[in-house]
């Protein structure tokens, strides 16, 4: 129904009710009051229709009441006083109407301004709740009831801190809603910051809110408005701000902290941000380096790079990272490691640059190092490897893995260090070694290797090092070993050589001794001769003939040890020489014999001499030979006792001869067969030996064989049952048996005038004296000057001469000599103690006509004389 009709409806229908009323009234009130119950239908139109339906219920009222309720009834009278009294009820009737329209029009006012208020309470994005003065609610909007989670019809009449329950965000401790301050205050409250509002469910949001106290008009207060907001979104957003904030700062921070050099460069290329990296890496200062090209760290060379770089940005792309060099502001080259970004702007196109360089030199160097180490370690010869904790190797260098044959690092992986060593070594290494290392830290021992593939042994200095990281943990063990097999066996044989050599001192020492205890026994001998010597006289008897026989035989023997120790020099420094020629063994063989058969015969020996059939003919020394087969046949002598048999047999045996000198003498202990050959080398001790000899004579014999390509061999079934030595010389075919006689033992030749020249005074007046006797005649001097002197004015046949001589040596005496015109035809003959082959040489060269070693041998003296045709 239109609101209008409903409105009239609604006027007629308390229209009919007063009129009703007013009938039901009729039998109380008669005829008094008929309009009475209208005005209450024009009040009750009015207030529900507005003033129209009002008039209307006015106006129809009046004609229904007059007619049925006034006199006369069911009739109308227009008289005065009804007149009058219409129009008192018209005044009575307007009068409700305007009232009743007034107040009709102030409600409609007041429920639209209610109604605007509900609305834009329910329509606000606020959160409100209302209170009445006690604080117990009386209103929730939409916003507020999600808020909270109270329903209005639950939360009206609930106090309001049960509906609006707020926490501090911080503390989580309750807090008291501004509401009830608002209230308890009459002002307006906010709500401090970091408010928790706990919804009914629980859930918790914070929230931002203010309070009012509700005034009426006339200020009295009636209750309180709380208006609250969620902020979570807001805190959302503060904190993604903040956030972002912070993250610009922390980028800002990194970049200014950070080592490598960041830098922002133009499309241009001109440098635009230089952080404090930029300025350690290329040492410009970002004041210095802002704003200009970036070619000012670019070695020239490279300013292409940047064309490339730049071209690439430009097409939005990121440059791979790459090495290069950089140049610093004070010229020196750096490596760098550079990584450039395009920077775009919110479109996407592309701004500027950014480029973070790195300085790699240091690690280029460290890596050149770690190579040169590497290559340093692989070319070493030295054993280097690491093992790890559970002693398998790591690694081993080239030269390590060659010394133990293994054929590469997956054949190292395979062995534990263990297997290095031998079995026997092992125990020594991993339970005292190995843990000594542990502890200390390092250590060496000298042990073997074994070598995986021969199973061949090295000597190592094996030094084992513990590493460890930073942090003192363990990390494993590195080796860096030498292989002193080499420098062992050299230090064995120096051992080796140190006791030969104390072993030849020693032996040295007691030749000393020996020689001592040699040249005492003829010494004595002499002495005591010289002594029978001196008590003959005119009255004495003469010398007996044994005397000096005896005397000769020591003095022979005196010039035999003599010989012995110059061989003895000689075979020491190498020096022993051969004068070769053809030589005829028997002959040889009769000499030697000749020279010791004056041992042999003092000694009683039986001699046999066994001769080859036929004559054999060698390349040699004679006199040599004869010295070792004298030496054989002297020791046979020495070594039997009187009486026994020695034998000497010569025999051929193809291209050799084998010459066997046999005794039956004391015999050689077999194992001493090959060691009486070495010097000073003699069978008992030296000292306790009833012969004399100086431990050289087999020595001699032996080289001396060798110097002819022969050899020597010493056979004895043991001691006491004889000896036999055996020498092999080989036969020298083409030219048999031509060797010199020995020197026939002339008659001395006398009646020469000789002068004889020695410092030495005894030396040259007993020399002297012996010439006199044989029939010459002779003078002496004792320095060279005097002897120059005494040539001139005696002239005589022949000068024996001294070398070592006080004033002028014997050489330049001879030389003088053989400068005057008298002097060309004399004989000049050296006379000296030293008798080497540069010696005679020597002589030779000075002028002289021959060279005799003292002492002298009388009839080798006069041969010579002889043999150089000096007249009698
Ligand atoms: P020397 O005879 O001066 O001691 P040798 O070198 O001639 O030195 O001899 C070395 C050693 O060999 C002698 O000391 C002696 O012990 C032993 N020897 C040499 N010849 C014989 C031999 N015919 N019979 C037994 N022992 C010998």
Redesign the pocket.
């Known amino acids: 129904m239109p609101h209008r009709a409903r409105r009239y409806l609604i006027a007629i229908a308390a229209l009919a009710a007063a009129v009703l009323f007013r009938w039901l009234l009729d039998p109380v009130i008669g005829d008094s009051l008929p309009m009475v119950t209208v005005f209450g239908a024009v009040a009750a139109a009015v207030w529900v229709g507005g003033a129209v339906p009002a008039a209307v219920v006015a106006i129809l009222g009046y004609l229904a009441c007059y007619y049925l309720f006034m006199t006369p009834r069911y009739a109308f009278v227009f008289d005065l006083p009804n007149m009058v009294g219409l129009a008192a009820y018209l005044f009575t009737s307007s009068l409700i109407i305007a009232i009743g329209e007034a107040m009709r029009r102030a409600q409609a006012r007041a429920r639209e301004r209610s109604d605007l208020l509900r609305i834009t309470l329910a329509s606000i994005g606020d959160a409100v709740i209302t209170t009445d003065n006690a604080g117990h609610v009386t209103y929730l909007n939409a916003v507020a009831e999600s808020l909270t989670g109270w329903k209005q019809e639950d939360a009206k009449g609930q106090p309001l801190d049960t509906v609006f329950r707020v926490l501090d965000e911080q503390t989580r401790k309750p807090i008291e809603s501004p509401a009830t301050r608002a209230l308890r205050e009459g002002t307006v409250v906010s709500l401090a910051n970091h408010t928790l509002l706990l919804g009914r469910d629980g859930g918790e949001r914070p929230v931002d809110d203010s309070a009012a106290p509700i005034r009426e008009e006339g200020g009295r207060m009636s209750g309180c408005v709380l208006i609250f907001r969620d902020v979570s979104e807001r805190r959302g957003l503060e904190k993604a701000v903040a956030a972002r904030f912070l993250e610009a700062r922390l980028l800002a921070s990194i970049v200014e902290s950070s080592d490598d050099a960041i830098v922002r460069k133009s499309l241009d290329s001109v440098i635009q941000s230089w952080n404090a990296g930029a300025e350690r890496v290329f040492g410009y200062t970002a004041e210095e380096a802002v704003g200009r090209h970036i070619s000012i760290i670019i070695p020239p060379e490279r300013l292409a790079e940047e064309d490339h770089i730049i071209a690439t940005l430009k097409q939005g792309r990121r440059v791979e990272p790459f090495e290069t060099e950089r140049v610093r502001k004070d010229g020196r080259r750096i490596h760098v490691s550079v990584t450039i970004s395009p920077i775009k702007d919110e479109a996407g196109n592309v701004v500027a640059a950014s480029k973070i360089a790195r300085d790699v030199t240091k690690q280029r160097q460290a890596e050149a190092e770690r190579e040169m180490f590497a290559t340093l370690i692989e070319n070493s010869t030295d054993f280097i490897a690491i093992a790890d904790l559970d002693a398998v190797p790591i690694f081993v260098n080239r030269a390590g893995l060659k010394l133990v044959g293994l054929d590469d690092m997956d054949a190292a992986r395979k062995v534990h260090v263990r297997d290095f060593f031998f079995p026997e070594d092992q125990a020594r290494i991993l339970d005292e070694f190995f843990p000594s290392v542990a502890a200390k830290g390092h250590g060496e021992v000298d042990v073997r290797f074994r070598n995986f593939k021969t199973g061949d042994a090295r000597w190592m200095a094996y030094k084992v090092l513990k590493l460890s990281d930073d942090k003192g943990q363990v990390l494993g063990f590195a080796t860096v070993s030498q292989d002193i097999t080499e420098r062992r066996r050299l230090e064995d044989g120096l051992r080796q050589l140190a006791a030969n050599l104390s072993e030849e001192g020693r032996r040295k020492n007691e030749f000393l001794a020996t020689l001592a205890h040699e040249l005492r026994n003829p010494l004595a001998a002499l002495s005591n001769m010289l002594e029978i010597l001196r008590r003959t006289g005119p009255r004495q008897p003469a010398p007996p003939p044994q005397a000096v026989d005896g005397m000769g035989r020591q003095l022979s023997q005196l010039v035999r040890l003599v010989d012995d120790l110059l061989d003895l020099s000689r075979i020491t420094h190498n020096r022993l020489e051969l004068r070769k020629g053809p030589v005829a063994l028997g002959a040889v063989i009769d000499q030697a014999v000749e020279s010791a058969r004056p041992l042999v015969e003092s000694m009683r020996h039986e001699l046999r001499v066994v001769p080859s059939p036929e004559p054999i003919a060698l390349e040699g020394d004679s006199a040599r030979l004869a010295q070792v087969f004298g ?1 054989l046949l002297n ?2 002598a ?3 006792s009187p009486g026994g048999k020695i034998e000497v047999k010569t025999e051929r045996h193809g291209k050799e001869a084998v010459v066997t000198v046999k ?1 039956n ?4 202990p077999p194992h001493r067969l090959d060691s ?1 050959f070495e010097m000073f ?4 001790g030296s000292l306790e ?1 009833s ?1 004399g ?7 001699l014999v032996r080289r001396l064989v060798q110097m002819h390509g022969g050899s020597v061999q010493a056979e004895s079934a043991g001691e006491g049952k004889g ?1 036999e ?1 055996v020498v092999r010389l080989p036969i020298h075919e083409p030219r048999p048996a031509a060797s010199p006689a020995p020197a026939p033992a002339r008659q001395p030749s006398a009646g020469r005038r000789i002068l004889v020249v020695d410092d030495n005074h005894d030396s040259a007046e007993s020399l002297a004296m012996l010439l006199n006797i044989t029939g010459n005649q002779t003078s002496t001097a004792h320095d060279g000057a005097a002897a120059l002197e005494a040539a001139a004015k005696q002239r005589p046949d022949v000068v024996l001469l001294d070398i070592g001589l006080p004033t002028l040596n014997g050489y330049e005496v001879c030389r003088r000599i053989r400068e005057e015109p008298w002097g060309k035809e004399m004989v000049l003959i050296a006379l000296t103690g030293w008798g080497q082959d540069e010696d005679r040489r020597r002589s030779h060269e000075a002028g002289f006509d021959g060279h005799l070693v003292k002492p002298v041998n009388y009839p080798a003296l006069m041969t010579l004389l002889d043999s150089l045709g000096v007249a009698k």
């Open positions: 030496n020791n046979s020495k070594y039997t005794d003498g004391a015999g050689i009486i080398n003699q069978v008992q030996r012969q000899g100086l431990g050289i004579g087999l020595t000896s030595f």
